[in-house]
């Protein structure tokens, strides 16, 4: 089984999570969830509109507890994480534990544009690889190979690519 690459999902979503950063004003709504496993820690950045407000907030667990973080710092991380050249998908049916070798990235995002008809969402587990043979690596080790996608575009109950 080969994994489908989400490497073109991944540029299009930094552009949007760079677009809702910069220019949020351009939508009426949005919600923005993003969690970033790293090892046995998780950062979690959060951003939503609702209202005409923006409120944003970041924060890491970490084996010591949790402790606020920068949420430009961690704005900046995720999009970091969606800057590497190789990613993977989950598919969450069935939902396999997650290998500390890997950066791992939970992002749901719904959104609606100014003026237009309906919302758009995605929500979406990637994994960070370094290349194909990682990338095969990473499905032998998780010994669950219709745990990660091998076929595009996903949908599923719980996850999906942009709807």
């Not at 989400?6 to 351009?26: N, P, T, V």
């Not at 970091?80 to 997650?98: R, T, V």
């Not at 544009?113 to 587990?125: D, E």
């Amino acid at each position: 089984m080969t994994p489908s690459r989400y490497s073109d999902f991944a540029e299009d979503m930094k552009a949007r999570l760079a677009d809702l950063h910069e220019r949020g004003d351009r939508y009426q709504t949005f919600d923005l969830h993003a969690e970033l496993a790293m090892g046995s820690n998780l950062l979690v950045y959060e951003m939503r509109k609702q209202k005409g407000q923006v409120d944003t907030m970041a924060y890491a667990r970490t084996a010591d507890g949790d402790r606020p973080v920068s949420p430009a710092a961690a704005y900046e991380r995720v999009l970091s994480f969606l800057a590497m050249q190789h990613h993977i998908a989950l598919s969450g049916e069935p939902m396999i534990k997650l290998h500390e070798d890997y950066p791992h990235a939970v992002i749901n995002v719904e959104l609606r544009a100014k003026g237009a008809p309906s919302k758009s969402s995605t929500r979406m587990i990637l994994v960070g690889v370094d290349d194909a043979e990682d990338a095969g690596r990473y499905v032998a080790a998780s010994g669950e190979p219709r745990g990660v996608v091998s076929s595009r575009p996903y949908a599923s109950k719980r996850l999906w690519e942009w709807k």
